[in-house]
């Protein structure tokens, strides 16, 4: 299964990126590496996270305050948003 990161979820996840990088060096990396491991989670298990508003599905980051939302198609998984969770 393919994995399709909409423009606006790219921007996300590099103002998140920038933002830990400005906290402390090499948070932004450390980010990124949970980031494509919730990736990789949602790609072997997609239809494991219930649908939940417009069909959207989340799957939090772990060790940062942040979901991944995305929606299941036959052939993709298409992030539409890495945002802060609350």
């Not at 590099?14 to 491991?37: H, I, K, M, N």
């Not at 069909?55 to 305050?65: C, I, T």
Request: proline share 5%; hydrophobic share 45%; charged share 25%.
């Amino acid at each position: 299964m393919n994995v399709i990161l909409e423009e606006g979820a790219r921007s996300d996840v590099l103002r998140a990126f920038e933002s830990y990088e400005a906290c402390r060096a090499g948070l932004g990396t450390e980010f990124r590496s949970a980031l494509d491991a919730t990736i990789a989670r949602v790609l072997c298990y997609p239809v494991a996270f219930e649908p939940g508003e417009r069909g959207l599905r989340r799957a939090l980051v772990s060790r940062f305050p942040h979901a991944l939302y995305f929606r299941v198609y036959p052939e993709a998984v298409v992030i539409v948003g890495v945002l802060r969770a609350e």
